[in-house]
């Protein structure tokens, strides 16, 4: 049984196939397996697709109708081998050692979600600065890109991406199902995983209305994740307040050192509110 099943989607994707499915298959990691899904593209996707699995064996193709990424990877997951699934767009790539530092992390240290840092490429350039995954930022906004490693138990546990999130933003609601079970996540402060953009990606075709869309249907599916949050939230908010009222008066009663310690006093952090 291999070690990990990397998932790849395609769709009208040929020039960017063999640059990705290098990097897959040049990985350090050797034990794996990779599932194809063609995902009825119109260019010719799916014979380069063919022409690489002719020459390695851990290369499953499929074909299907198209019915969107979600599904193309639904399916996928569904007939993978491995314990652990890492996902990958058929526009981006790897690091040569990326899936194997992801395995060894995740197995030594018992953590659910493991990831890396991420580096632009394509029509922008640069580091893609997000915030660690923790609740307070994942309940506001995505965090952790798709290509991060997890278990395929965990897949089966949620029922897989959710369909109804198919114009977008599937990944964020899947992890927070990870959320919700209080699931470890980690990121390796290393780039391991390189981001392709390009002005006609999916993600950059989502028009307002579909956000706000996605993001009220996955608010309500995740409504006691919510509550919990905005409880949390109020708590914070009335503490800061309390602090602040009793900052002044409780300062007569201190010594100047005393003083300056209070002074610099602040919460162990604030919810950032839009």
């Not at 908010?237 to 005393?258: A, D, E, H, R, V």
């Amino acid at each position: 049984m291999p070690k990990i099943s990397v998932i790849i989607p395609v769709y009208n994707c040929e020039q960017y196939l063999d640059e990705t499915l290098s990097s897959v298959l040049s990985s350090s990691l050797t034990d794996i397996e990779v599932i194809i899904v063609d995902d009825g593209s119109l260019d010719d996707s799916y014979n380069k697709c063919l022409i690489w699995a002719n020459k390695d064996s851990r290369i499953k193709l499929i074909k299907q109708t198209n019915k969107g990424v979600v599904t193309a990877r639904n399916n996928a997951i569904q007939i993978a081998q491995s314990e652990y699934i890492f996902p990958l767009d058929a526009d981006d790539r790897i690091h040569p050692y990326c899936l194997e530092k992801l395995l060894t992390t995740i197995e030594t240290n018992h953590y659910d979600v493991v990831y890396s840092q991420v580096e632009f490429f394509g029509t922008k350039t640069g580091i893609f600065k997000l915030p660690k995954a923790i609740p307070e930022e994942m309940i506001q906004r995505n965090v952790v890109v798709c290509s991060a490693l997890y278990k395929k138990s965990d897949w089966q546990k949620y029922c897989g991406y959710d369909m109804a999130c198919h114009n977008g933003y599937e990944d964020w609601e899947f992890w927070l199902n990870f959320v919700a079970d209080n699931k470890k996540f980690y990121r390796i402060d290393e780039i391991l995983f390189f981001y392709r953009i390009r002005s006609n990606s999916r993600n950059n075709i989502i028009i307002k209305k579909d956000f706000q869309y996605i993001y009220s249907y996955i608010k309500q599916k995740h409504q006691s994740l919510y509550n919990a949050y905005y409880k949390k939230v109020k708590t914070i908010n009335f503490l800061n307040k309390l602090f602040k009222i009793l900052k002044s008066p409780i300062t007569i009663f201190l010594n100047k050192s005393q003083k300056e310690k209070w002074k610099n006093f602040r919460i162990p952090y604030r919810i950032r509110r839009k």
